[in-house]
């Protein structure tokens, strides 16, 4: 095979990812030294394009980063009035009281906010500093240098045939080289996957832990919109089935961004998460806010879950890990944008300082140091047990001791020190015949709507003559082992309709329709055989959100 020539661009810094964590170090290393050459290069057709977050902002990262963000013009309009938490039942709801909630689960000060609209602002403070940004620009390698260091990236690869060879207007793509190389690729980032596997990154860590995040954003009668109401609820309808919640905020314009989340550690292979999220709507107090509403958008995405115990080393040589490639959201309180913001910052700041110093392509130790001691490892340490509990005990006892452990980690100590994870979320995944299928009422196509209906709303587009992104490792996997074992749990826990098993001359086949992928790296989590990855696809593929 002969081996592909392509041309090679220098720069100091080289970002993978144009979301809130490497915007933020793109922005901070234009700030400590203007003639620094950093490049961005996004996946996503435009900046904004794959990013998916509920989102209720702490402002504490865009205040370190640009402090004058409100007189630049930020799109951060509607601070939180009101903060509410529900225990549901079938037909009712506890609302449960604020005052002994931690202080760090209080929502004032936050605003709700589109974050594919924060980040399509910060990419142009960016620009305006001399950043480069590539929107549509698919990394799909990593360049090694001596010693096997990350010297760089290849991006820009297109016109591979489906067979993977390249076909009549194939273009290599180019290498861009750094003197480091921050991935900021989001949760489960196809080249973090590779860095950490290769340096062994998750040595000495807990597994990472993962959710699946579904939302919708819906126009309701206004006079029914709260304008910065945000509402949290946990229970029904997962029950003992799973962890999870849901989140409504109301936004501006008459919108609300409805979503649910559902931890990925569930046993039971029939659950549907999809349908979970769709069902809830039903519940009466969503039902009568959504009345005479309509849905305009729809999406999905993983998130990690792992928290303080479950990040990995997240220095390597040559580069560094950032925002959710590192596993940073917080739980409880269902936000990592900030702490994304502030990975950027110091990850920025320790390779400034390496470059200045002379240095490139070792580990950024002082990143390392920074986000483990900082007000990001600082932050998740004081609530690293409320997954484990929840996951261990479920959620009643996980909401009392998970309070209680956060109230005293505010004093530096926790009771319960601090609890391992255990399982991977595809190991915890229980057999088929162990467990009762679940009935699903069918969609009514007014509140609830199938998955390919709502996957319409996301506004996704994949080139089909290309190479499937979702790739088997074994394809005789998926009917031989999770079909009769697992009742193959893909046609399920995708939030997109990409996978089936269909009969064909009497014999069931897995099908992948990787044209409805929304890129939320579901199946690279859960598939109990871990026989599904998840690579790039060309760039500009996938989802298109508009104000996600």
Known sequence: MTEIEREAMEYDVVIVGAGPAGLSAAIRLKQLDPDLQVVVLEKGSEVGAHILSGAVLDPAGLDALLPDWRELGAPVNVPVTRDEFYLMGPAGQLRIPNWPMPPLMRNHGNYIVSMANVCRWMAQQAEAL???IFAGMACSELVHGEGGRV???VAGEFGRAPDGAPGPNYEPGMELHGKYVLLAEGVRGSLSKQVMAKFDLSKGHEPQKFGLGMKEIWEI???RHREGTVTHSMGWPLGRNAGGGSFIYHF???QILIGFVVHLNYENPHLYPYMEFQRFKHHPMVADLLEGGKRVAYGARAISEG?????PQVAFPGGALLGCSAGLVNVPRIKGNHNAMLSGIAAAEAAQAAIAAGRAGDELTEYEKALRRGPVGRELKKVRNVKPMWSKWGLTPALGLGGLDM??????????????HGKTDAEATGKASKHTPIDYPKPDGKLSFDRLTNVAYSFTNHDENQPAHLTLRDPSVPIKVNLPDYGEPARLY????VYEVVEKDGKPEFVINFQNCVHCKTCDIKDPSQNIEWVTPQGGDGPNYPNM
């Open 307 to 311: 928290g303080y115990q479950s990040i």
């Open 252 to 254: 501006e314009n008459n």
């Open 494 to 497: 995708c939030p997109a309709g």
């Open 407 to 420: 109230w005293t980690n505010t004093l530096g100590f926790s009771f319960f020190g601090t609890m391992p």
């Open 130 to 132: 001399g950043v480069e």
């Open 151 to 153: 010297r760089g990236v």
């Open 221 to 223: 009668d206004p006079e």
